[in-house]
Each structure stands twice: as C-alpha cells, then as structure tokens.
C-alpha cells in the first residue's frame, strides 16, 4: 500500500492482528506518511462497531448482517450503473445551474437546493444534454457582491477612506482598506448574535464537559465525531466542479459549498469563473462570516488569494501548516519569506516589514499593495509551524496553541483600533482568512478552538459537538480526523484550567481501552 494506495481509500481496519505482526506494525508505521498512517487501524472486533455501523458487520464480526454475495454483486452492478447516470446528469445540471444563474436556497431540512434545477425532467435533461456542445457561461456571476462596511467615497467598487499610518521610515505609507462582502445569507435567518451558539442558550460548563470527557474517554469521542463525519454535505458544490476552476482546488475531494462560497470581484467580464476561489465564509462567536477558510494557495491562484485578502479587508492571516511537510508541497510560498524583500502576484505587491521567530510559530509583518490604485494596507501573517497534517500539536501540552491563538486576537483587535473610523462593520472586524493545506483540517481545528474559547469566556459555556456541526455545514468536512476532534476537547479543558474556569482537569483513565487488544 505505501506510496500507491487509492486517494479516497479513508481507512483501512486491520482486524485481530496476531501479536508478531502487532510489534512491529507499531514501530514501521512510524516511518510512513502521516496521511496513510492515519488511515490504517488495528482493532480486535468489538472495536469493529467504532468504525463500521453494526448493521453492515456479518455476525461473525459482532454485527447482525446475513452476508449474501449474489446479492451484493447484484447491488454493486446496480451502483455501477447508477453511478454513471447521476455523473452524466451531475455535469448537465451544474452547466444548466451556471448558465441561468440560479441562486441557492435553504430548504426546510437544511440542504441548499438551486430553484429550478429540481424542476428539470428527464427530458429537459436529455434536451441540455444533447446540446450540451453549444452551451456556454455567460452573463452576470449568480451571485452580487455589495460594499463591505469599510466606509468609502468613490472608486471601484469604494475606495477607502485613507489614513496616514507612521511606518517609522521617513515616509508614511498611503494605508487604504476596502473590502467586498458577498450578499448571499452565509447563515440564513441568524443574526450576529445568534452565530457560534451566542444567544442560543444550552451548552455547558467548563465542570460539564470535564464530566463527559470523562465519562465518554478518548473511543466515545471518537465514535460520536464518526456520527457527525457520516452526515451528506450540506450543499452543493457547482462551482467548485466547473472544468475553468478545477485548476483552482489544490486536491479534487476538497471542495468549496456554493451557498457559502466567496466570491471574488470579476475580472474578465466574459467569464464569470473569475470570481472563483476555494474558500468559504464561516461564522464565529456571535459575528457572521467572522472567518474565511481557505485551502493553501496555489501558485496558479496566489493573484486570487492576495485579491480575496485586499477585497474582504483581511488584517490577520493565520496559517496552520508549513509550505513543505515531509518532503510534500502543501502550500505554495505566496509571501516572501525574507525581510525586506517584495513579490508582486497579478495586481498586488507582498512586502515583508518584519519577522519574528518563535519555537511554535513565526510572525510575519507584511505591507499589501494594490498595484491599480497604489494603495496599501498592513497585514498581520501568524503561521504556527508545528502542526502536522492529519494530526494534532504534539508535546502533551495545548498552551503553544493557546498563545497563538491569542496572539491572533490580539493582532486583529490592534489592527482595528489602528483603523479607527475607517471600518464601519462589526466590532471584532473583517474576515480573518485561516488555512491549513486543505482548508479543512487543522483549520476547522483552530476555528473550533476559537469560538468556542470565546464563549467560554463570554458566557461560562459552550459545546463543541455543535459548534463542529455548524463549521462543517459552511466549510464542506471540517475537521478531518477523529484525533483532532478529541483534541479540541482536551484543548478547550487545558483552556478552562488555565483561566479559571476548573481548578484542575484531571483526565486518568481518558485512554483506557485505546490500546488494540487481541482476542
């Protein structure tokens, strides 16, 4: 399997493994990718039921399923087929919902549906098909774009009210911000307060999930992040899936939900595929659209990452990856890494003011230019750079990524106040723009680690389950592994402790039963 294993093969369960291959399975997965050592599991087969619904396990296995292969052969031809029609259909709708622009809707149960593309019989269906070779994307993007609260005057889409800032060069620098929300409800019907869990009572105490940490252990969590997992999407993913913007998706599973999608300004009025970029808008504690999570920017969409930043008015960047992690790209290098040095990406020019290097992450102070208007905005570049893909911070201790995360709220709050009368929008400021690799795993981590410290600290409560479910109902797979859902738990208790919320967190026995056992 090492080195040529299926992309979408998740996990792999070994089960009952004797002894003499335990031992040293345990010590030659050290040295295989982390990607596919999170994958592979040994469990003996009453663990089997953590992983695989009771339902489907045969009874030998501890389950209640009658195995019968004609059957099953019979339903994987079916899949098969229906498989290919759905795919067929899937591009014909996608084009169909593109080309008339049809924005989306909630439905009742929470799926975001398109009007109109549900009215499409077979017909019509086989109609678009069969002139599927005409068919083009033309028009207005399906979505508008308004001003951002940034107060402006005049100019593409507002220019900002400047300000002078004192560089301590002998020169003050033009500093302008400007912003484009889009108008689409990211969070239909809810208002700021009501984002994250604020407003919405319920949660618990620092006390009560110190109780049911305890009460649950490490295999509890992990099976109730395992329900959670097994949920559909809640969205659809047309655009993402459109043949112009698949370049743009660093990895073909990781796509971005159209109904909470940013849209960034259209640059090519003859292609409203412009406007794509992987990234979504996510709620924080009772502020809407309070983050934007993205995936590692490629070096084909650095442009679009540095004109998302300028047009949303971001001010703090927080990267939770290296560019390079065992010898595998997983961002591109879209600042410069020296100080003093510029780049320029499409209409924007990246200065590096200042480095700061710690043991857990490093500070970078970059100047952002738009090279059309010759204005800049400073940036505030947090990049924590012990945090494996697929993984959770090591060192037994959360305090490394607790000061981080402190030190971004403390970048964002100063680079408001520094803004003074030139933001007009919520009072804890634009987008914070968070990416991993993917955008999903380590990023839904921190985000989880944040709002739910906020409310902790606002309220004296919180819940992570929920807070999970609603960061994964705006970024598609948010928290990708079961390790780093426990983790926020763990986190958020060392959190408690540290600000007095628990006098101590004491988690003896947390990980019994976690060690693989042979019947």
Not at 70 to 76: K, M, S
Not at 77 to 87: E, G, R, W
Not at 267 to 284: F, K, L
Not at 423 to 440: D, N, Y
Request: glycine share 10%.
């Amino acid at each position: 399997m090492f080195g040529g294993y299926p992309a979408k093969l998740k996990k792999v369960l070994i089960v009952t493994a004797p002894l003499w291959f335990k031992a040293p399975f345990r010590i030659l997965r050290l040295f295989v990718r982390e990607k596919l050592r999170e994958r592979v599991h040994t469990v003996n087969a009453p663990q089997l039921g953590l992983h695989v619904p009771r339902a489907s396990l045969p009874k030998q296995l501890g389950g209640q399923h009658e195995p019968d292969h004609a059957t099953w052969l019979e339903h994987c031809k079916n899949c098969y087929i229906n498989n290919l029609q759905n795919a067929k259909l899937e591009g014909v709708i996608d084009e169909y919902v593109i080309s008339n622009h049809i924005p989306p809707i909630k439905t009742q149960n929470g799926i975001i549906e398109h009007e109109g593309a549900c009215d499409m019989t077979s017909d019509r269906a086989a109609r678009i098909g069969d002139n599927n070779s005409d068919m083009h994307i033309s028009g207005d993007p399906p979505y508008t774009c308004d001003p951002s609260p940034l107060r402006h005057t005049h100019g593409y889409n507002g220019d900002m009210k400047s300000r002078h800032i004192n560089s301590g060069d002998e020169d003050d620098i033009d500093i302008s911000t400007r912003g484009t929300w889009s108008s689409g409800e990211v969070s239909p019907g809810l208002s700021d307060e009501e984002c994250g869990g604020g407003g919405a009572g319920g949660g618990e105490t620092a006390a009560a999930l110190l109780a049911r940490v305890r009460s649950l252990g490490r295999r509890g969590l992990v099976a109730e992040y395992e329900e959670i997992r097994a949920r559909p999407p809640h969205g659809t993913f047309h655009h993402a899936k459109l043949p112009s913007n698949l370049a743009k998706n660093r990895y073909t599973d990781v796509l971005c939900y159209d109904h909470s999608r940013v849209l960034l300004s259209q640059t090519d009025p003859d292609d409203p595929t412009t406007d794509y970029i992987n990234a979504n808008y996510v709620d924080g504690y009772k502020q809407k659209n309070a983050y934007i999570c993205t995936q590692g920017p490629l070096p084909k969409t650095f442009g679009d990452f540095w004109r998302m930043v300028w047009e949303q008015g971001t001010l703090v960047i927080v990267m939770t990856t290296r560019a390079v992690e065992r010898g595998r790209v997983k961002c591109g290098q879209y600042w410069p890494i020296t100080q003093g040095s510029r780049v320029v990406h499409g209409d924007f020019a990246v200065t590096t003011e200042a480095i700061e290097h710690e043991d857990d992450y490093t500070i970078t102070h970059l100047l952002l230019t738009d090279l059309r208007r010759e204005q800049s905005r400073r940036v505030w570049h947090g990049q924590y750079t012990r945090w494996p893909d697929y993984g959770v911070p090591g060192g037994g201790s959360a305090q490394p990524v607790l000061r981080f995360l402190h030190l971004v709220r403390r970048a964002q709050h100063l680079a408001l106040t520094d803004l003074g009368d030139a933001w007009a929008g919520h009072s804890r400021g634009p987008p914070i723009v968070v990416h991993c690799s993917a955008g999903i795993g380590r990023t839904g981590t921190f985000l989880t680690l944040d709002i739910c410290a906020a409310r902790l600290s606002a309220e004296g409560a919180l819940d992570v389950r929920a807070t999970v479910e609603r960061i994964r109902a705006q970024r598609a797979h948010s928290i990708q592994m079961p390790d780093q859902y426990v983790f926020c738990h763990l986190a958020l208790l060392e959190y408690a402790v540290m600000h007095g919320y628990l006098d101590s967190a004491d988690l003896s026995g947390f990980d019994d039963d976690n060690e693989d056992e042979s019947e």
